[in-house]
């Protein structure tokens, strides 16, 4: 009788403990019937009960962010083997980034969803693939939360807002690094090195039937036979699959304030952006574009198919596309070019089937002007011209090397973070570099992430041997952050480091002139150099705004002096051809 007694009161203990197990395991959103999104707390407290569930699962805490808190970093593995320098050997990894917008909140929830539902067995558990999330990167954004800021978006209840605890918008500082959030992104990229990233998003820029889209980063841009796998292959065959899914799905609808029909372009994903940064180190990068007018319910589910069916072809590509990361960056090497800006090659175009709803401009009630409003009880299927093929408006030659004075240690500390291989030299050097001058460059009216940022930059280059010290950094271009660096060094480039203005301090002329004083010393320079003076001449004959201003002209004397400072708009990092 006792042991029968014994039996039972186990029976009953473990069938507690299942009960117990299962109902910590279902979601805020599984809760609330699709009306709620978890909290950051929630969220944490869902991986860690997942993790003591389940030994494929593990959760690790990295690095910190502008809130104080770490990131987490929760990993899947069917054998449960967590070193990813083992991982890489045999499988392929995919790293999933939710909640840098935290109010677009769903790919937190259906995150959550498919790890549980693969730990558990309704999803089949991946062989090739390992699934690795930042549940939310945004997590000062994500404990700042409010019910109001997501002005047109359907649910759900409460999010997070867009900025960080610093008010960043973390998806426009992937280059620049201000955030620690960002700081640590880099720490968990280089670390984890994925096959495949996902960026979970939610937008509107326009009303159309689909709740889901696709961001993927531009086939050119990534270039050779991985761009042409993405464009060819990968992107068709997610298409494919989601719609025999029952769910359909179109590119990100690139427009604002008008209507599709009217065609639209790719957007371009400059390495500011999530997928534009994991570009530079050959990994495959899509945004989910969830429709913020849809349900959240919808959203959700659709979130977690996407996910789903990407991780489907992951696990058939896997060879084919370790094949292709492995050769791509010493197929950029093959190369004596490089680009580093695009624009739309508007001989190539794509045609989608889309579906939309009627829109048209109507008088607005409000102003008075015209304002744009779709007509929901009149949907559509039309053939739209879609711009998705760009080709290069700027290439550079592609040095052997750079060299970078040790005073710029801002840089080597992303460079760095970036695992970069640098070479530090061990005596003072005298090298033959390319060196550039900066021309002209135009900067933002308005600030921008905290910067006013510069654009349309050009540049003059000049070869001549320079002297360099013990401890100044070589650079050697031929490794795998290959692109990292070129777009970074490389001050024409829309996101470099000179863009982004960590080099302001050589735009400004550190040693000047009193009047008084240049103008006996410009005399001279005058009678002493015909050529200087008849530039001079010349430049008051042709230049009014310069003939009228002698300050203007007692500077440009100044600067063909030996008195002018070499460093003023030289800019600090040198080529090795």
Known sequence: MKQILLTAFFLCFIHISNSQKKNILITVFEKSQ????????????FYLNLATSYSEIS????????????LHLVILNSNAEFDFTKIRKNKRILLINNGIHPGESDGIDATMLLFRDIANGKIAMPKNTVIVTIPIYNVGGSLNRNTSTR??????????????????????????????????????????QPDVFIDTHVSNGADYQYTLTHLFTQHNKLGGHLGTYLHKSLMPEL????????????PYVNVFNSVPEKGFSQFLDYPRYSTGYTTLFNTLGMMIETHMLKPYKQRVIGTYEMLKTMI?????????????????????????????????DTSKTTTLHFKGFEGKMITSKITGAQRLKYFRDKPFTKEIIYQNYFKPKLEISIPTAYIIPQGWHNIIELLKLNQVET???QQDTIIHVEAYKIIDYKTRTLTYEGHYQHFNTSVGLTKKEMSFRKGDFLIYTDQPAIRYLLETLEPQAPDSFFNWNFFDTVLQQKEGFSPYVWEDLAKELLDNNPSIKHKFTTKKETDIEFANNWYAQLQWLHQQSKYYEKAHLEYPVYRVM
Do not use: M
């Open 239 to 250: 298409e494919k699959k989601l719609t025999k899914k029952k769910w359909d799905i179109t």
């Open 423 to 425: 070479k530090v030299l």
């Open 34 to 45: 699709g009306a709620e999104t978890a909290t950051y707390d929630q969220t944490i407290d």
């Open 59 to 70: 959760v690790q805490e990295i690095g910190e962010t502008d809130s104080g808190k770490p």
């Open 151 to 192: 002005t047109n978006q359907n649910g759900p209840k409460a999010y997070g807002f867009r900025g960080n605890a610093r008010n960043y918008d973390l998806n426009r500082d992937f280059i620049k690094c201000d955030t620690k959030n960002a700081k640590t992104f880099t720490q968990i990229f280089q670390l984890v």
């Open 312 to 344: 489907e072809i992951i696990e058939v590509d896997t060879d084919k596309i370790k094949e292709l990361r492995s050769n791509a960056y010493k197929n950029i090497l093959q190369h004596k070019t490089y680009p580093l800006d695009w624009s739309i």
